[in-house]
Nanobody, 122 residues
Framework: QVQLVESGGGLVQPGGSLRLSCAAS????????MGWYRQAPGKQRELVAR???????NYADSVKGRFTISRDGAKNTVYLQMNSLKPEDTAVYYC????????????????WGQGTQVTVSS
């Protein structure tokens, strides 16, 4: 009922920047919180940043001051601006979203995107 499509990943040198985008589409009443997680080889998936419908944000300590999450409510799209990238930022980045499918539903459902690879290397 909700499809999340990420874009913007790629190869970048240390110190460089990338901007990830994730657009939600499908049949739903509202998209509430959206965010980004990442998973490096051999490691667990971890939170990078999340943003609520009202614009409140939270970040992993490792990315504070370097990454900025934002969203366009009209487009149901979330962005992740990544600056001063480090090799340890290399991972598959996944978008996630909490959605209310019908207006009368009391619970939200959680969705994941397919992931986009970010590689930071010289």
């Amino acid at each position: 009922q909700v499809q999340l499509v990420e874009s913007g990943g790629g190869l970048v040198q240390p110190g460089g920047s990338l901007r990830l985008s994730c657009a939600a589409s499908g049949s739903f009443f509202s998209i509430n919180a959206m965010g980004w997680y990442r998973q490096a080889p051999g490691k667990q998936r971890e939170l990078v940043a999340r943003i609520t419908e009202s614009g409140s944000t939270n970040y992993a300590d490792s990315v504070k001051g370097r990454f900025t999450i934002s969203r366009d409510g009209a487009k149901n799209t979330v962005y992740l601006q990544m600056n001063s990238l480090k090799p340890e930022d290399t991972a598959v980045y996944y978008c996630d979203a909490d959605a209310k499918i019908r207006y009368w539903h009391t619970n939200e459902q959680h969705y994941w995107g397919q992931g986009t690879q970010v590689t930071v290397s010289s």
